[in-house]
């Protein structure tokens, strides 16, 4: 009887329409953000394995947290509104590379006009925001075939912004400032003064940005537009027929899911990578994190944050796998058999739970309300 | 002044290079149309024929094999080896998820391509095998009429000629087998096909089959030109702008959408990629594959799909 909503009366509409409406679940989610706020620097603070090496915080909690915040972002357009999306990659270089112009300046000479557009580079906080802003311009944009096309058709349109901005950002080179090796660098991270330099920092400024997008998408999807978002996704014609404009639910979704993306994008090249190129952001990411939110579950938040964790940990595991176990093993043999390994659990998830850990966890919470009786 | 020779040459290296598109589009299509699973594993499979092919091939000419008998058993085995492919992945993968939405099926064959992708190079390994089953040399045709000659390569005629027999083939094969009425009886309609009589299951082995058999196909000829090498997985993201304007249900769209492909990306390459920066050839499909997706949603050949969006 550790988890009912039973004697927890509500007395206000407020109430009811919280957030959160069961109180273990409040806890549960103090209990995991305290953790996350306080444990982990604590920890690492203390230098207690394995939270004192920078490696766990590098290498795993960092892109974790990014590549979660991206998941988010991905499904809002493929979980909540339905739009098959393999361009995610573009999006997330869009809002990296457009971090990075804004970051250190934007020069735009127009000859032919006898002016010249310039911008005195701009704090980092803005320009990862106005970055995430430049994406959900070109969401936008590579949105409106959505309102003729659907399913794989869709996915195949934005492939075509994936290959497309690939080129883009790897033959202009006005967009890596001329830099010759087309790998840029990004501006020191200044944060109101405060210099991000650390990997626990790094941490915590990833972490700050994560909680407040994930509350932010979490709300937006209970509230009137994820409503029509989802109303879309599940039949698109009767949507239209009580009067949700399939045009701005359709549009709306790619924005704000391109807007997290490209967020996430410019803290992966900005916090994580700190000098990248655009291979950083190939087809590969784009379907990367299409699997995690698959396998964490179409249509939620909790499950874009498992399926990301997912996604990450397991070829980790397994690249660490037979050396610990001792078995001789080369690397090329290794890395063939992570894939081999990688692809038959993706399978076999998709056999056995089709709707993703999102799924097992809510099978698990009504199996904790009855807890300890059969019924 | 762009001389016309040079225009020619181009479009016909293009049309060429469009053949092979065709080889791997033609897969796809054979299995969306028999079982609306959108095969990302296509590229992959040409990788493991590929691989059994010229290993096995190497491994007979080496052990004193005459090369036309080694050819024979190679090829063989490589069949052999996708016939055991499509029998796994229909047995553990596609008949377990029947029923399921496009976008699962879909990813399900990502991962697929992730095994396919790991088994080869583990088995087979992950080097650049040379493959020569066709001659490689140039033509150069109507010399009297151009300076210089239109350059053919020998390879692109064969591709173009056996990309024709496949077609031809596959053609017969539904038009005049029962295997193939039964094909196409289960693309209609899989609840109806089932209830009066066609082993779905054995259906859909036989179409996974044929598709990695047109794949074995593929590779030989991609084998020739570039070597059996992990790149050719690339090849099925290709494939998907094709199919695109082709449409997703047709065999001869897939080849037309080949060749336009083939053709225009090579055409945009040399003529506009000089003005802005090259590497056009990288996105050119897919942008093009977009148009025909706002204009012609159904790809040049495909079914009409009355759906309101």
């Known amino acids: 009887m550790l988890y009912r909503e039973a004697g927890q009366f509500k007395t206000t509409y407020a109430e009811d329409m919280a957030i959160f409406p069961i109180r273990q ?93 310039s911008i005195p580079p701009l704090p980092v906080l803005l320009s990862i925001l106005l970055g995430g802003l430049a994406a959900a311009v070109v969401g936008i944009l590579f949105g409106i ?85 989802m109303a879309i996704r599940d039949m698109d014609i009767a949507a239209e027929l009580i009067g949700i404009r399939p045009l701005y639910a359709k549009l709306t979704a790619f924005a704000v899911s391109s807007f997290i993306i490209g967020v996430a994008g410019a803290l992966w090249a900005f916090v ?12 590969e990411r784009s379907l990367q994190l299409l699997f995690m939110v698959i396998i964490g579950g179409l249509g939620s938040i909790m499950g874009s944050f498992i399926g990301a964790a997912f996604i990450l940990i397991l070829p980790i595991m397994l690249n660490l796998l037979p050396t610990q176990l001792g078995v001789p093993l080369s690397t090329e043999t290794i890395t063939h058999l992570e894939f ?10 998709l056999i056995k739970e089709p709707h993703g850990f999102a799924r097992l966890i809510s099978i698990g919470k009504e199996k904790l309300r009855l807890w300890p009786f059969p019924y | 002044m762009i001389a016309l020779g040079q225009f020619l040459e181009v479009l016909i290296g293009g049309l060429m290079s469009g053949v092979l598109y065709s080889l791997v589009a033609l897969g796809f299509v054979l299995i969306f149309k028999a079982s609306g699973v959108f095969n990302f594993a296509q590229g992959a499979m040409v990788l493991l024929a590929g691989l059994a092919l010229v290993r096995s091939l190497d491994l007979l000419v080496a052990n004193g094999f005459p090369l036309w008998v080694a050819i024979v058993l190679g090829i063989g085995f490589a069949a052999v080896i996708m016939a055991i492919t499509a029998w796994l992945i229909e047995r553990f ?45 140039i033509w150069l045709l109507f010399e009297s009429h151009f300076p210089g000659g239109i350059l053919v390569n020998q390879l692109d005629v064969w591709g173009g000629l ?4 496949l077609v031809a083939g596959l053609a017969i094969f539904f038009q005049q087998t029962k295997t193939g009425r039964a ?88 003529f506009l990629g000089s003005h802005i920066g090259g590497g056009i050839e990288y996105w050119f499909a897919y942008v093009l594959a977009l148009a025909v997706l706002l204009v012609r949603p159904q790809g040049l050949f495909g079914e009409r799909i009355i759906e309101r969006i």
């Open chain 2, 162 to 165: 056996i990309a024709g027999i």
């Open chain 1, 25 to 117: 679940d409040r806890m549960a989610l103090a209990i995991l953000l305290g953790i996350a706020f306080i444990g982990v620097p604590l920890l690492a603070d203390f230098d207690i394995w394995p939270f004192g090496s920078d490696y766990l915080l590098r290498a795993i909690l960092l892109p974790f947290l990014i590549l979660a915040l991206a998941a988010i972002g991905v499904n809002i357009l493929v979980g909540y509104c339905g739009q098959i999306s393999l361009g995610s990659g573009a999006f997330m270089a869009i809002g990296a590379y457009s971090a990075y112009k804004l970051g250190t300046g934007v020069h735009i000479p127009l000859d032919w006009l006898g002016f010249a557009i």
């Open chain 1, 340 to 349: 081999i390994i990688f692809g038959s659990l993706i399978c076999y998830l």
């Open chain 1, 145 to 229: 075939p959505s309102l003729r096309i659907k399913g794989l058709y869709l996915a195949v349109a934005t492939l075509a912004a994936q290959f497309f901005f690939d080129w883009v950002f790897l033959r202009v080179p006005w967009f890596t400032n001329y830099a010759p090796s087309g790998s840029v660098s990004a501006p020191t991270l200044d944060f109101f003064g405060l210099n991000v330099g650390t990997p626990i920092e790094r941490y915590m400024l990833c972490l700050i940005f994560v909680t407040v997008f994930a509350f932010l998408a979490k709300n937006l999807v209970r509230g009137n537009l994820g409503r029509q978002w």
């Open chain 1, 272 to 283: 994580y990578l700190g000098s990248w190129e655009p291979l950083a952001f190939s087809i």
């Open chain 2, 183 to 270: 094909l196409r009886a289960v693309a209609d309609d899989h609840m109806a096909a089932q209830s009066v009589g066609i082993p779905i299951g054995w259906i859909w082995f036989v179409v996974w089959l044929v598709a990695g058999l047109v794949a074995l196909v593929a590779a030989t000829v991609w084998g020739t030109k570039l070597g059996v090498q992990f790149s050719i997985t690339f090849l099925a993201l290709k494939a998907l702008p094709v199919l695109i304007i082709g449409g997703l249900t047709s065999v001869p769209g897939a080849i037309v959408g080949g060749l336009i492909v083939g053709a225009g990306e090579k055409l945009a390459e040399v």
């Open chain 2, 93 to 137: 993968v596609i008949g377990p998820l029947v029923n399921q939405n496009a976008l699962t099926l879909f990813m399900s064959t990502i991962g697929v391509t992730f095994v396919l992708e790991g088994a080869a190079q583990m088995i087979f390994g992950s080097d650049v095998y040379p493959l020569r089953l066709f001659p490689t040399d």
